[in-house]
Every structure is written in structure tokens, then in C-alpha cells.
């Protein structure tokens, strides 16, 4: 029964969490857009406040907990991404725009396909 209980609520937190990160993420993408036009510049800060807020609930989650393991499944899948996208800026973009542009094409096709 303890399992089970487990399972129900760590299942309610990852809904709860999933559906707020989105609209979060969501309205950050529409505020950046209106500061920016580069398409990784407008989607960084949605990917470091998704970082960020997993990682403070994976601090404060009982290990025993099942959504202890998603939650940091989710930090560090957001973690990556800010990494790439931190490089991308910052390096790939001063070396060579070219580069940097045909790396973002690629990125906003996959992004728009889905």
C-alpha cells in the first residue's frame, strides 16, 4: 500500500510540476521574444528556470520518494541543454555565424516539427 501511495503522489507532483514548468516556459518565450529575436536567446532563461526549480525540489524531495528520480532526470536533461546552448552563444557564435546560424536552423526545424 505504502508503494502505491508513493506512486499516486510522486505521479501528482510530476503532473503539478510538468503543467506549471510549461506555462512558465511558455510565457518566458513570449516576454524573450520581445527582447531578442535569437531563437536560443529566447528559450535559455525557460531551460535555466526549469534547471533551477528541479533542482530546489530534488534538494528538499525525500530520496525514497519515486519523483526524486525524475526530478533529476530533469535537471540534468535541462542542465544539458543550457550547456549546449551556453557554448552555442558564446563561443560557436563569436568563431563563426555561419556556423552558429546553420546549428540554430537545425534546432528550430526540429523544434518546429514537433
Do not use: H
Not at 505504502?2 to 506549471?20: E, P, Q, R, T, W
Request: proline share 3%; with cysteine; net charge positive.
Amino acid at each position: 500500500m505504502n508503494s502505491l501511495l508513493n506512486i499516486l503522489l510522486s505521479a501528482f507532483i510530476g503532473f503539478v510540476y510538468i503543467k506549471m514548468m510549461s506555462f512558465i516556459f511558455k510565457k518566458t518565450v513570449i516576454y524573450m521574444k520581445r527582447k531578442s529575436t535569437d531563437f536560443l536567446v529566447q528559450r535559455l532563461p525557460g531551460w535555466l528556470f526549469v534547471m533551477l526549480s528541479s533542482g530546489f525540489i530534488l534538494l528538499n524531495a525525500p530520496p525514497y520518494l519515486s519523483y526524486y528520480y525524475i526530478m533529476q532526470t530533469i535537471m540534468y536533461i535541462a542542465m544539458f541543454v543550457c550547456i549546449v546552448s551556453i557554448f552555442l552563444l558564446l563561443v560557436v557564435k563569436n568563431i563563426s555565424i555561419t556556423k552558429y546560424n546553420k546549428i540554430v536552423l537545425k534546432i528550430m526545424k526540429e523544434y518546429e516539427s514537433k
